[in-house]
């Protein structure tokens, strides 16, 4: 028997023998806010996104098409819109590393928070969804639910090996104590009721690491801290805590 198995088979040995039933949690949606389409895109709004009209008539996904003319590289994992990267010839999650473009769908969304689920089922290669320069997300509306705690009701929590929520552009302020947006856009698009959502970052800082050669990190970031003010360029980065 291995040191895991000894301690998981200890803690099976001491765990307390008492019935006590646990809580009920109520939903908390005596209150829905109505209808839930006007609440996601709110809440999406307010995380940095832009809600976007589909056209009156015609190709409901003419917008991302033309969004992805001009990308090198596009990666889909849905039926709608034909990459140039096939998902499944993806060996290793550092192949996805140069991709534009990656066009998924979401699993379910919450009205209140303004998010999206993606699964491993959604997703493929779960890296698609973090190397990726931008994120195109496909989603029904009547896929949405009111909160989290309908949320984690979904079947999806059982039934899936990964699923992580995005909610807004990725942000970060570790650096130089500067709170930087990656550039990442989101559509959702509805075969139903034919919406189409861009969440794309008000902010941009994009990063170019060319290499590590073990004695120096080379970076180009492009930073804007606030929409009034004009990009700041760090050529060459050096770290402290990188031998030189």
Request: aromatic share 6%.
């Amino acid at each position: 028997m291995s040191s895991r198995d000894e301690i998981f088979a200890s803690i099976r040995a001491n765990i307390p023998r008492v019935e006590r039933p646990l809580p009920a949690v109520p939903l908390f949606d005596s209150e829905p806010a109505a209808p839930l389409l006007a609440a996601f895109k709110g809440n999406l709004e307010r995380m940095g996104g832009l809600f976007l009209d589909p056209p009156a008539s015609g190709d409901l996904l003419a917008p991302v098409r033309a969004k992805i003319a001009s990308a090198k590289i596009v990666c889909s994992t849905v039926a709608e819109i034909a990459g140039n990267l096939d998902i499944a010839g993806v060996g290793a999650p550092r192949d996805l590393a140069n991709v534009d473009f990656a066009i998924v769908r979401a699993s379910f969304a919450v009205a209140e928070t303004g998010s999206v689920l993606l699964s491993d089922t959604d997703l493929s290669v779960n890296a698609v969804a973090y190397l990726a320069q931008h994120l195109i997300v496909l989603l029904d509306p009547a896929d949405i639910v009111i909160n989290m705690h309908h949320a984690y009701r979904r079947p999806e929590f059982r039934d899936r090996k990964y699923a992580a929520f995005h909610t807004g552009p990725s942000a970060t302020a570790d650096i130089e104590g500067v709170l930087i947006h990656a550039v990442r856009q989101l559509f959702c698009h509805s075969e139903r009721a034919g919406q189409i959502i861009e969440e794309e970052e008000s902010h941009l800082a994009r990063s170019w690491f060319s290499g590590w050669a073990g004695t120096r990190l080379e970076a180009s970031v492009l930073i804007r801290v606030s929409s009034s003010l004009a990009p700041v360029r760090h050529d060459a980065l050096r770290y402290p805590n990188v031998k030189t």
